[in-house]
């Protein structure tokens, strides 16, 4: 009997361990679908999101190109009216060069407006490039390449008139030809620059070629140092000139600096010992003699002080006096009149070259010819003359001494 009820407990608790595991199983199996739908849900949202994000970054690019595209065609209405003109009659001359090329050619025929009308373009188009990327470069050369290729594109039409309709039809399909390039180069290839702009490059041109005559002008007014081994070297003479025409040639005349004229210093009044003025002794802030005096004994001997003093401590800056010198000295000093240097005449150029020849002469290295024209910038003729004048032509040692004892 015992046997029996342990066998149905343990069937039971057998069950009981069955319904457990299978509860368990079924909670992990619903939490496992909630995991899966939380997971489906956020895989959506993210991808909800990356299409939003997308949408709105293609909206801001659509947005963006719309209002470029709005802004280009603002900026160039003008450009935009002139559209129909320039492609309307380049239409026509390319489709009759393609009918009276296949006329001639039977299969390359159709590849003649590359020719008549596509070298014709190819050359504005290399203008108006070349005109507003790089405006300094020059241009006529490629509007006369326009001025050839328009030239043969208007006999090819013109001859395809004339054979098909007679002269006025040549005339009209010649003109047609061409009227498109022209308003191209009309509306697209001169610059686009203010008034001021181009008066500023016309004083520029002006300046260049200004240059230009004066440097051609020095050129025909060097002369030429020429070497032991028989090499020549340009020599100009440097210095402010003007240009001035003289028989249809310009030419370069110095301009030399006007002398200023030395001031005269007023005359100082001359005293004998016997006449000595002596100040008045009721002149308000005149000091007398004797005052004058002690101030300036009184002076000296701070600056004597001082001086041994500095010498004591440091020898190396002995000489060196200190401010406070200056601000000891006594208050008539300051009413002591300025000194006023004379300014010295400038000195030439042969001048110094003269100068420079003589000391070079009483070294025993004189300068020679040559030398003397490069170092001084002379003329050949100017460095000659003063060679000959101080080195004549005698014995050279007598000469040095002779330069020597003058010196």
């Known amino acids: 009997m015992t046997e029996h009820l342990s066998y149905r407990e343990e069937a039971r608790l057998d069950r009981a361990e069955r319904a457990r595991l299978e509860l368990e199983r079924a909670d992990h199996r619903a939490e496992l679908r909630m995991a899966e739908r939380r997971a489906t849900a956020e895989f959506r949202r993210e991808q909800a999101e990356a299409k939003a994000e997308a949408r709105e970054r293609a909206r801001a690019a659509r947005s963006a190109r719309f209002s470029a595209l709005l802004a280009w065609l603002t900026a160039h209405v003008t450009d935009l009216l002139f559209v129909p003109v320039i492609l309307v009659p380049a239409l026509l001359a390319w489709t009759a060069m393609a009918t009276f090329g296949a006329s001639i050619y039977p299969v390359a025929g159709y590849l003649l407006p590359a020719f008549s009308e596509g070298a014709m373009w190819a050359f504005a188009a290399a203008t108006t490039l070349t005109t507003h990327r790089h405006p300094e470069r020059p241009v006529w050369h490629l509007r006369a390449g326009i001025l050839v290729f328009a030239l043969f594109g208007m006999a090819l039409n013109f001859l395809h008139g004339f054979s098909t309709g007679g002269p006025v039809v040549g005339a009209v ?27 500023e490059a016309r004083f520029d041109r002006a300046a260049g070629r200004r240059e230009r005559r004066a440097r051609r002008a020095a050129l025909r007014s060097t002369t030429a140092d020429m070497d032991s081994r028989g090499r020549a070297h340009l020599v100009y003479r440097s210095g402010p000139a003007s240009l001035e025409r003289h028989f249809g040639r310009t030419r370069l005349v110095p301009v030399t600096p006007e002398r200023r004229e030395i001031p005269m210093l007023p005359a100082a009044p001359v005293t004998t010992p016997d006449a000595t003025v002596q100040p008045a002794d009721d002149a308000p802030g005149v000091p007398s003699a004797d ?48 000194v006023t240097t004379i300014p010295a005449a400038p000195e030439t150029a042969e001048d110094a070259a003269l100068a420079g020849l003589k000391a070079s002469l009483a070294t025993g290295k004189p300068y020679t010819v040559n030398g003397l024209q490069s170092r001084y910038r002379l003329t050949r003729t100017e460095a000659v003359k003063l060679h000959r004048i101080v080195i004549p032509k005698a014995n050279g040692h007598d000469v040095l001494a002779g330069v020597a004892d003058e010196n």
Request: proline share 7%.
């Open 173 to 199: 399909m010649a003109l047609v030809s061409v009227a498109g390039v022209v308003a191209h180069q009309l509306v697209h290839a001169g610059p686009r620059r203010s008034r001021a702009e181009r008066d």
């Open 291 to 338: 005052d004058r005096l002690t101030a300036l004994e009184t002076a000296l001997e701070r600056l004597v002080t001082v001086l041994m003093t500095t010498a004591e401590t440091t020898p190396e800056t002995a000489t060196e006096v200190p401010a406070t010198v200056h601000d000891n000295s006594p208050e008539w000093v300051d009413d002591a009149p300025a």
